[in-house]
């Protein structure tokens, strides 16, 4: 297509916009940054104005600033400057009587003045709508690990022309307050229409009737789309990986070239063409496909009708019956052989369809289920699904409500939280305090789920304010786990267990772990994840220890926990996580490791209330976590691939010692004695941290690792996360956008704040090379972890000692008596099984090798 085509596309499209936003001289759109002095400009080029000119009194209201800048934040507009409200208080706008309207409402639950957010309990409601009821925007942020909250409703015409939004602090608790960051008040075409209800018979729910909240909004595929980008409606499009369930994660593919997206029965506004140019499918195995879904899971608020739209534009096909396949919703039927070319008419065509379903409040029926199945009957000529774009929405109930529960955190975390002073924004990795590996993580989709999953209570704090959020929950793994059976009511899992492991490994009775827990005790959760959750235990009188249950009412996590027996009973090295023991009594599987007592890497990174870390401790840490991926690497009897290394998956204890934890998807490497480079697997592991080279061929090598590693390195040195959806898309992944930094020579803009001016330039270079080096594309150009320990360790020295490292005589003596490579097999000798005993051992060995053979690193 070339540019004069495109910008008679473009004229086309405004000129439909105009049109559908001129119906009366009232289609005024409203952005506001709530509490500021001046109109301001985000980080998207939006203008956002004052807000002061449409409240409709100002005495119960003032405004301020956030006492702390979370780096998370997509930009200081609107989040920085908030309107504090005292009592209830209303804004007003003129808004046409005859068009629905976007009401966005964002939030930054920080400090403000002498306020601090945990005693924020307010409602909002508009035009006599209730979009939040007893709302803490604070509670929601912690559970869905968020710096800020966005809350999208859509509403129905208001026929007075006046919408007021008012904001109301609760009666429920002594001293609450309303705050808002930022309203966005924008007309918006009709986009909803009748829509057949799940498992109902020629039953139609006319969305057009009802207000709607946005609860996701995923561009299927691809990656985040800005506001900016949005076909004229101001939306947010977010990556879908978050929220894929199981092992068949598809395969996703870009629009070719020469490929023309041709709107026709469906409106250019419904999405825009980065939706409709990228899509996700399940691959090109039949045979796998065949039995299998494509599968998506979402965090919902039970009690109301959803309304889920699929955007479909097939890239690849171009006649009927080539691809059809089946929509389930929450196991349900939703539509039964879809063809995207024949609802089209063609390829390269977009569509969209929408189906309702009502989610109850019946145990574990807060989630809502996506699936794709291949028609088998249908006998299509690919068995294969597609999907371009998903987004759900939730309607209101009878009484025009809106509002769900907030979520309810760990009372440990409560209680943590109230003996700790916090000054600023709430530390959203406190909520992964002092757990045991990844599995307190957000990891994947099954974290997300459980982290927000927490059920529903009668009683506690917010038991009547909003849970649900539409922002993903980023940082997460695809994993997935075997199925779980039993005999005589015990777990199978022991069974599979080699009998060395089970000789080296000590077994727990369930009355021991229970006493040990105060019976599973919910005041002892220190953490939720894919697995389960962590407890905080005692075991033998006074050994504090950290207790990992698997939910006991999923069928998930057998292999997974095989494996991490099996892992770490043969493996002992004082930079790797110790496995104390196991229990696998009554069906249930529960494994018991060390406590770490200052909890994961990444907390003391970012979205955190702690002390930063020194530039120096930051180097110790990885090259401790180094040391532990050098030893599983060459150290063991075989190679062993961690395959899931981020920062989450480093533990510190209370001497600042890092430790590598969670082995549920290690791999032993490939065996080179019969000639293999590599390990044929699926890949599973973390998003932002998975080898691409490992994505693209399925084949793991040690050097996946390593890739992962220098994110993780990166992280450290930038603290912010791996993935940031709510950066401009070229930002989002930190790997892709640190290595356009150093290639550009502007790294140091993007450095952590807190170490800008700390770090010598010699150290700063050596790390960012070795980072660097690390991303690479190709496994066989990234250094061994051998050689990346090596350049840590000399980097530290660069930092302790900028004007150059000059070997000792002693030293210098260590280089005469072999050659590199004996002294290699010195170091590695040192990184034996052994326990803490060992510890001032490797120590002085390390010395040696910090500066064996080349003082200046490699």
Same mark, same amino acid.
């Given at each position: 297509?070339?540019?004069?085509?495109?910008?008679?596309?473009?004229?086309?499209?405004?000129?439909?916009?105009?049109?559908?936003?001129?119906?009366?001289?009232?289609?005024?759109?409203?952005?506001?940054?709530?509490?500021?002095?001046?109109?301001?400009?985000?980080?998207?080029?939006?203008?956002?104005?004052?807000?002061?000119?449409?409240?409709?009194?100002?005495?119960?209201?003032?405004?301020?600033?956030?006492?702390?800048?979370?780096?998370?934040?997509?930009?200081?507009?609107?989040?920085?400057?908030?309107?504090?409200?005292?009592?209830?208080?209303?804004?007003?706008?003129?808004?046409?009587?005859?068009?629905?309207?976007?009401?966005?409402?964002?939030?930054?639950?920080?400090?403000?003045?002498?306020?601090?957010?945990?005693?924020?309990?307010?409602?909002?409601?508009?035009?006599?709508?209730?979009?939040?009821?007893?709302?803490?925007?604070?509670?929601?942020?912690?559970?869905?690990?968020?710096?800020?909250?966005?809350?999208?409703?859509?509403?129905? +015409?208001?026929?007075?022309?006046?919408?007021?939004?008012?904001?109301?602090?609760?009666?429920?608790?002594?001293?609450?307050?309303?705050?808002? $960051?930022?309203?966005?008040? %924008?007309?918006?075409?009709?986009?909803?229409?009748?829509?057949?209800?799940?498992?109902?018979?020629?039953?139609?729910?006319?969305?057009?009737?009802?207000?709607?909240?946005?609860?996701?909004?995923?561009?299927?595929?691809?990656?985040?789309?800005?506001?900016? $980008?949005?076909?004229?409606?101001?939306?947010?499009?977010?990556?879908?990986?978050?929220?894929?369930?199981?092992?068949?994660?598809?395969?996703?593919?870009?629009?070719?070239?020469?490929?023309?997206?041709?709107?026709?029965?469906?409106?250019?506004?419904?999405?825009?063409?980065?939706?409709?140019?990228?899509?996700?499918?399940?691959?090109?195995?039949?045979?796998?496909?065949?039995?299998?879904?494509?599968?998506?899971?979402?965090?919902?608020?039970?009690?109301?009708?959803?309304?889920?739209?699929?955007?479909?534009?097939?890239?690849?096909?171009?006649?009927?019956?080539?691809?059809?396949?089946? %929509?389930?919703? $929450? $196991?349900?039927?939703?539509?039964?052989?879809?063809?995207?070319?024949?609802?089209?008419?063609?390829?390269?065509?977009?569509?969209?369809?929408?189906?309702?379903?009502?989610?109850?409040?019946?145990?574990?029926?807060?989630?809502?289920?996506?699936?794709? &199945?291949?028609?088998?009957?249908?006998?299509?000529?690919?068995?294969?699904?597609?999907?371009?774009?998903?987004?759900?929405?939730?309607?209101?109930?009878?009484?025009?409500?809106?509002?769900?529960?907030?979520?309810? +955190?760990?009372? /440990?975390?409560?209680?943590?939280?109230?003996?700790?002073?916090?000054?600023?924004?709430?530390?959203?990795?406190?909520?992964?305090?002092?757990?045991?590996?990844?599995?307190?993580?957000?990891?994947?989709?099954?974290?997300?789920?459980?982290?927000?999953?927490?059920?529903?209570?009668?009683?506690?704090?917010?038991?009547?304010?909003?849970?649900?959020?539409?922002? +993903?929950?980023?940082?997460?793994?695809?994993?997935?786990?075997?199925?779980?059976?039993? %005999?005589?009511?015990?777990?199978?899992?022991?069974? &599979?267990?080699?009998?060395?492991?089970?000789?080296?490994?000590?077994?727990?009775?369930?009355?021991?772990?229970?006493?040990?827990?105060?019976?599973?005790?919910?005041?002892?959760?220190?953490?939720?994840?894919?697995?389960?959750?962590?407890?905080?235990?005692?075991?033998?009188?006074?050994?504090?220890?950290?207790?990992?249950?698997?939910?006991?009412?999923?069928?998930?996590?057998?292999?997974?926990?095989?494996? #991490?027996? #099996?892992?770490?009973?043969?493996?002992?090295?004082?930079?790797?996580?110790?496995?104390?023991?196991?229990?696998?009594?009554?069906?249930?599987?529960?494994?018991?490791?060390?406590? /770490?007592?200052?909890?994961?890497?990444?907390?003391?990174?970012?979205?955190?209330?702690?002390?930063?870390?020194?530039?120096?401790?930051?180097?110790?840490?990885?090259?401790?976590?180094?040391?532990?991926?050098?030893?599983? &690497?060459?150290?063991?009897?075989?190679?062993?691939?961690?395959?899931?290394?981020?920062?989450?998956?480093?533990?510190?204890?209370?001497?600042?010692?890092?430790?590598?934890?969670?082995?549920?998807?290690?791999?032993?490497?490939?065996?080179?004695?019969?000639?293999?480079?590599?390990?044929?697997?699926?890949?599973?592991?973390?998003?932002?941290?998975?080898?691409?080279?490992?994505?693209?061929?399925?084949?793991?090598?040690?050097?996946?690792?390593?890739?992962?590693?220098?994110?993780?390195?990166?992280?450290?040195?930038?603290?912010?996360?791996?993935?940031?959806?709510?950066? +401009?898309?070229?930002?989002?992944?930190?790997?892709?956008?640190?290595?356009?930094?150093?290639?550009?020579?502007?790294?140091?803009?993007?450095?952590?704040?807190?170490?800008?001016?700390?770090?010598?330039?010699?150290?700063?270079?050596?790390?960012?090379?070795?980072?660097?080096?690390?991303?690479?594309?190709?496994?066989?150009?990234?250094?061994? /972890?051998?050689?990346?320990?090596?350049?840590?360790?000399?980097?530290?020295?660069?930092?302790?000692?900028?004007?150059?490292?000059?070997?000792?005589?002693? #030293?210098?003596?260590?280089?005469?008596?072999?050659? &590199? #490579?004996?002294?290699?097999?010195?170091?590695?000798?040192?990184?034996?099984?052994?326990?803490?005993?060992?510890?001032?051992?490797?120590?002085?060995?390390?010395?040696?090798?910090?500066?064996?053979?080349?003082?200046?690193?490699?």
């Amino acid at each position: 297509m070339n540019t004069t085509t495109y910008a008679f596309s473009f004229l086309i499209l405004l000129s439909f916009l105009a049109n559908v936003f001129s119906q009366t001289e009232n289609s005024v759109s409203f952005v506001l940054s709530c509490g500021s002095v001046n109109s301001s400009t985000d980080s998207d080029g939006r203008v956002w104005d004052l807000d002061s000119k449409y409240l409709k009194s100002e005495d119960n209201s003032v405004p301020s600033k956030a006492q702390f800048q979370d780096p998370s934040l997509p930009s200081t507009i609107p989040y920085m400057n908030a309107r504090i409200f005292t009592a209830e208080a209303s804004y007003t706008f003129s808004v046409s009587p005859k068009q629905r309207h976007w009401v966005r409402l964002h939030f930054y639950p920080s400090s403000y003045s002498s306020l601090n957010a945990t005693d924020a309990f307010f409602s909002v409601v508009a035009g006599g709508v209730t979009l939040l009821n007893n709302f803490s925007a604070y509670i929601t942020a912690e559970a869905l690990t968020q710096a800020y909250i966005v809350r999208e409703f859509s509403l129905s +015409p208001f026929p007075t022309g006046k919408l007021d939004l008012t904001f109301k602090p609760s009666d429920k608790h002594s001293g609450s307050f309303a705050f808002i $960051n930022g309203i966005e008040v %924008i007309p918006m075409p009709e986009l909803f229409h009748p829509a057949p209800v799940v498992g109902s018979v020629h039953q139609l729910i006319d969305a057009k009737l009802s207000n709607i909240q946005t609860m996701y909004r995923l561009n299927v595929g691809g990656n985040y789309i800005a506001p900016t $980008n949005d076909s004229g409606l101001t939306r947010t499009w977010y990556d879908d990986s978050p929220y894929l369930f199981g092992a068949n994660v598809g395969v996703t593919m870009d629009a070719e070239k020469n490929l023309t997206i041709r709107y026709k029965e469906t409106p250019e506004y419904i999405a825009p063409i980065d939706v409709y140019s990228t899509s996700r499918s399940m691959g090109p195995e039949p045979e796998v496909n065949a039995n299998a879904n494509l599968t998506w899971v979402f965090q919902v608020d039970p009690n109301f009708m959803y309304v889920v739209r699929f955007h479909f534009c097939d890239l690849q096909m171009t006649k009927v019956n080539q691809r059809v396949f089946d %929509i389930y919703l $929450n $196991n349900r039927t939703a539509q039964a052989q879809a063809d995207v070319v024949l609802w089209a008419g063609s390829g390269g065509v977009p569509v969209y369809k929408d189906y309702a379903i009502y989610v109850t409040d019946a145990p574990g029926d807060d989630q809502l289920w996506v699936a794709m &199945h291949p028609t088998v009957s249908a006998r299509p000529e690919f068995y294969d699904a597609l999907l371009n774009g998903l987004e759900i929405f939730k309607l209101n109930d009878s009484r025009g409500n809106l509002a769900g529960p907030n979520p309810v +955190p760990s009372p /440990m975390l409560v209680k943590a939280q109230a003996e700790t002073p916090r000054a600023f924004a709430p530390s959203k990795s406190s909520l992964h305090a002092r757990m045991i590996g990844g599995a307190a993580a957000a990891v994947g989709l099954l974290a997300a789920v459980c982290i927000v999953a927490y059920r529903r209570k009668k009683r506690g704090l917010g038991e009547d304010a909003c849970r649900s959020g539409w922002l +993903p929950l980023y940082g997460g793994s695809s994993r997935t786990s075997g199925s779980k059976s039993t %005999i005589s009511g015990k777990s199978t899992a022991s069974s &599979h267990l080699s009998t060395e492991a089970v000789s080296l490994c000590r077994h727990f009775s369930l009355a021991e772990i229970k006493k040990g827990t105060n019976n599973f005790d919910e005041s002892e959760v220190i953490g939720v994840g894919g697995f389960g959750k962590v407890y905080k235990g005692v075991i033998d009188g006074n050994t504090m220890v950290a207790i990992k249950r698997a939910n006991p009412s999923s069928d998930q996590g057998v292999h997974e926990f095989e494996t #991490e027996i #099996e892992m770490l009973s043969k493996l002992r090295h004082r930079h790797l996580v110790s496995l104390i023991g196991y229990c696998e009594e009554e069906n249930e599987m529960i494994l018991v490791y060390d406590y /770490m007592a200052f909890g994961t890497l990444r907390e003391h990174l970012y979205k955190t209330n702690k002390d930063p870390l020194s530039w120096k401790k930051r180097l110790e840490i990885c090259i401790g976590a180094a040391r532990g991926l050098h030893y599983l &690497h060459t150290g063991a009897k075989y190679t062993i691939i961690h395959r899931d290394v981020k920062t989450t998956n480093i533990l510190l204890n209370e001497k600042w010692v890092a430790k590598v934890s969670d082995f549920g998807l290690s791999k032993t490497g490939p065996n080179l004695n019969h000639n293999q480079s590599h390990v044929s697997t699926v890949v599973k592991g973390s998003f932002g941290y998975l080898d691409p080279e490992y994505f693209r061929r399925q084949q793991l090598t040690e050097k996946s690792d390593v890739y992962s590693f220098g994110v993780v390195l990166f992280e450290v040195l930038c603290a912010r996360p791996a993935l940031n959806p709510s950066l +401009p898309k070229e930002q989002v992944s930190l790997a892709d956008w640190a290595l356009h930094c150093q290639a550009r020579g502007t790294l140091e803009d993007i450095i952590d704040p807190e170490l800008k001016g700390k770090i010598t330039p010699e150290c700063l270079k050596k790390f960012a090379e070795t980072a660097e080096k690390c991303l690479s594309d190709h496994g066989v150009d990234r250094p061994s /972890m051998g050689d990346v320990l090596w350049n840590l360790e000399f980097a530290l020295q660069l930092q302790e000692n900028p004007d150059g490292v000059k070997p000792e005589k002693d #030293e210098e003596k260590e280089l005469q008596l072999g050659s &590199h #490579e004996t002294n290699i097999s010195i170091y590695q000798a040192t990184l034996g099984l052994g326990d803490e005993s060992d510890v001032s051992k490797q120590q002085s060995e390390s010395m040696v090798f910090s500066q064996l053979i080349n003082p200046k690193g490699r």
